[in-house]
């Protein structure tokens, strides 16, 4: 079973702003042959069309970044990770788990019956995993 995190997700019409803000920009500074912010300008472009996923599933914890056809995953495995703190205040109604590897942490915010099915995912994928509660 995949459970996915909730992200904030921006509207078309925002995006479509941005974008013709971004290309606006580009232009004007071709325009002015300021070379040094051209490719700063062209990441602001393609920052437009960059999408994200948090995903926990049976494999472990995974955030998929795409940008058109250009995929990357950033998988940890339930053997790599050591933490799982559950925040039920910062993200309310929903739940935040931080999950820790070493003394690196991810953040996935996620409904309250996602995050109790991932965490019984977890105790049973990995009993050594510590699991806390926290902002009691």
């Given at each position: 079973m995949r459970y996915y995190g909730i992200l904030r997700q921006r509207r078309p019409w925002?995006?479509?702003?941005?974008?013709?803000?971004?290309?606006?920009?580009?232009?004007?500074e071709i325009a002015r042959k300021q070379w040094i912010y051209v490719p700063?300008?062209?990441?602001?472009?393609?920052?437009?069309?960059?999408?994200?996923?948090?995903i926990v599933?049976?494999?472990g914890v995974d955030i998929y970044s795409r940008l058109f056809s250009c995929s990357q995953h950033s998988c940890w495995?339930?053997?790599e990770i050591t933490t799982i703190h559950r925040d039920p205040r910062k993200a309310a109604p929903n739940v935040m788990l931080h999950f820790g590897k070493d003394i690196s942490t991810r953040v996935f915010v996620m409904t309250p019956e996602d995050a109790r099915a991932v965490l019984a995912l977890a105790r049973k994928m990995n009993p050594k995993i510590y699991i806390a509660e926290m902002g009691r």
């Open positions: 925002v995006k479509a702003v941005l974008l013709l803000l971004a290309v606006c920009m580009l232009l004007l700063v300008m062209l990441m602001a472009v393609l920052a437009c069309f960059f999408q994200k996923e948090h599933s049976q494999e495995t339930w053997a």
